[in-house]
């Protein structure tokens, strides 16, 4: 944890693509077993956000601080933070020539140089969780869209990390196989896990969120209980994003 | 899925009399034309040439040829103006094949008869087809052909593991690490391989007075040569790897080295196996260059074999040789490559093994 308590910080965060300003000062934090909802308009910088807080983009000024340890200090081992920092993707990202199994033990072998029994037990115990554990020794290839992203999620939870980022993980899914994946991260929040969702269902965000951010233009406008903000917008952009989704 | 036989008797259903003989002339044409004048020629002996001479310009090899000539007008013609009135597709394609066939036993054989007819034919047969020739050097051509392979397979092992350093260099942010890389692969592709062949023994071996035969000097100048090529598939390979696949990796912690090599390398490899194979052959090839050097007798490749056979025996018969040589080395491989894009593209290799 930081000082302030908080698990994650985010101090003045500036993200320039070229002469493009993707992030415009963006500051916010998230505590442990917070279920934090980005939302926004595409192109306002929620995906960016996102990856900045794993350091899959490197922001072009600000700190971000994660578990006591500001990781944009160029002297911190980025590769050790990230393991303590699971992702999802829209694109599921597995590895297309390594298995269910595999998927999910080769980080934890080489990486945290778990032995391959242990590696197996976990990664069959994560899978279990997903209702997959049939799918053990399938290739990525061979299961549905829905059943991917499931093993995606699997596999940064075996690292046993202590947040979890999901970056629109159900855009790229057809739209009967929305609901496992949902299903599967609504359980995560409800084990307590603390979460930063980049997502685009509305539903979900009400639900299980327990803070809403909504993003424009670079910059957080609203910030607070997902209930209150969808019933009462107060900034103008937000009434207007909302009325466009739903 | 119906099988090959199944597709066969469906198609043979769909023919219609008419188009069958169309197809069955055509066929007759091309048959009599290339592989039964090929038959009558051995069966009258192939050595020595000058029955090769009496064969082919015998009253019995140019009745083969009229005959398909016949045959072949008769198939064109009739295949050409008849085939849009039949009913099904396999009764119009086997009129159009059947029309194909004829029309090219016709021009072979009209070719055929007018080239054999002229004064510099016998002296054509003698200067290709004299194979009694090759019999005193037929002792050294499989040594000959091994020692192709050999160049080739060992230029193409040093050219694997430099090129796949070279890639990764290039492949790298940093332009300290890149340039050298850039550097090396733009000097070598962009000057030929006879020139780097000359500075390399001739300059270098010969000139520095190194003690080191045309062979291994070979082997490591097409090599390098070879690296070059290698580096720019690798690097190809390498980059056409979704760049999810490496974020993806790094997120869950492995350094950029541990990325590249269980997630991003194992990928491209199998992207990189057919412009591989085809660099391979392309290398095999390019071992006949080396013959500017100078071999040794007993590290002679295949054309340095049919230069020595030829200047020994004035005949272009050894040079004969060589080609089916290298054919037979190259085009199984050639095949090979056809395969494999035909399975990478059914995205079979996606998926374990």
């Given at each position: ?246 | ?165 070279f890639a990764?260099m290039a ?6 690490v890149r340039a050298p890389a850039r550097l090396y692969i ?45 580096a ?122």
């Amino acid at each position: 944890m930081n000082e302030d308590g908080s698990l994650v910080r985010l101090e003045n965060i500036h993200k320039a693509f070229g002469d493009n300003l993707v992030l415009k000062g963006v500051d916010f934090s998230v505590k442990p077993g917070q279920v934090v909802v980005l939302i926004g308009p595409s192109g306002s910088g929620k995906s960016t956000l996102l990856r900045t807080i794993n350091l899959l983009e490197e922001p072009t000024e600000g700190r971000v601080l994660f578990d006591g340890t500001e990781i944009t200090d160029i002297r911190t081992n980025v590769n050790e933070v990230r393991t303590h920092i699971g992702i999802v993707f829209q694109q599921f990202n597995l590895f297309p020539h390594r298995n269910a199994c595999d998927n999910i033990t080769l980080a934890l072998r080489k990486v945290l140089n778990v032995s391959q029994g242990e590696a197996n037990k976990r990664a069959l115990q994560e899978l279990k969780h997903i209702g997959l554990e049939e799918k053990a020794s399938a290739y990525p290839s061979q299961l549905s869209g829905g059943q991917q992203q499931r093993v995606a999620i699997a596999r940064a939870l075996a690292m046993r990390p202590k947040l979890m980022l999901f970056d629109e993980v159900t855009s790229a899914l057809d739209p009967e196989l929305v609901k496992e994946v949902l299903d599967a991260m609504k359980r995560l929040a409800d084990e307590g896990m603390t979460m930063v969702v980049v997502t685009h269902e509305m539903g979900f965000a009400r639900e299980v969120g327990t803070r809403l951010l909504v993003m424009d233009d670079g910059r957080i406008v609203e910030d607070g209980d997902p209930k209150e903000i969808f019933a009462a917008p107060q900034h103008e952009r937000t009434r207007k994003f909302l009325s466009d989704v739903l | 899925m119906k099988s090959r036989s199944q597709r066969l008797s469906a198609w043979l259903n769909d023919l219609t009399p008419l188009s069958a003989g169309v197809l069955a002339l055509g066929a007759g044409a091309i048959i009599v034309a290339i592989p039964g004048s090929i038959v009558f020629v051995v069966v009258q002996g192939l050595t020595p040439f000058e029955s090769i001479v009496s064969s082919t310009t015998s009253p019995f090899q140019a009745s083969l040829m009229y005959i398909a000539i016949a045959l072949g007008f008769a198939a064109a013609l009739a295949g050409y103006s008849l085939y849009r009135r039949m009913p099904t597709k396999a009764a119009r394609e086997s009129m159009l094949a059947g029309a194909a066939l004829g029309l090219q036993a016709v021009l072979f054989s009209a070719a055929f008869l007018w080239f054999s007819s002229g004064d510099l034919f016998p002296i054509f047969i003698r200067q290709f087809f004299s194979f009694d020739v090759l019999g005193e050097f037929m002792g050294t051509f499989l040594n000959a052909a091994r020692n192709t392979v050999f160049l080739a397979f060992f230029a193409q092992l040093i050219g694997m593991v430099l090129g796949a350093v070279f890639a990764l260099m290039a492949l790298s942010d940093r332009v300290v690490v890149r340039a050298p890389a850039r550097l090396y692969i733009n000097l070598i592709r962009g000057t030929p391989l006879l020139v780097q062949l000359s500075v390399g023994y001739l300059g270098i071996v010969l000139g520095l007075g190194l003690d080191v035969s045309v062979y291994r000097a070979g082997i490591i100048i097409l090599g390098l040569n070879a690296a070059a090529y290698t580096a720019e598939i690798f690097r190809a390979g390498i980059q056409s790897i979704d760049r999810g696949q490496l974020e993806a990796a790094r997120s869950l912690g492995m350094s950029y080295l541990q990325a590249m090599r269980y997630v991003v390398m194992p990928q491209a490899i199998r992207r990189v196996i057919p412009p591989l194979t085809n660099e391979f052959v392309i290398l095999i090839k390019d071992t006949s260059l080396i013959v500017i050097l100078g071999f040794v007798f007993g590290d002679r490749e295949l054309l340095a074999w049919a230069t020595d056979a030829y200047g020994e025996s004035f005949n272009a018969t050894p040079f004969i040789a060589a080609v089916l040589g290298y054919l037979a080395i190259t085009l199984p491989l050639i095949r090979l490559v056809t395969a494999l894009e035909r399975k990478l593209r059914s995205g079979l290799v996606g998926i374990g093994a």
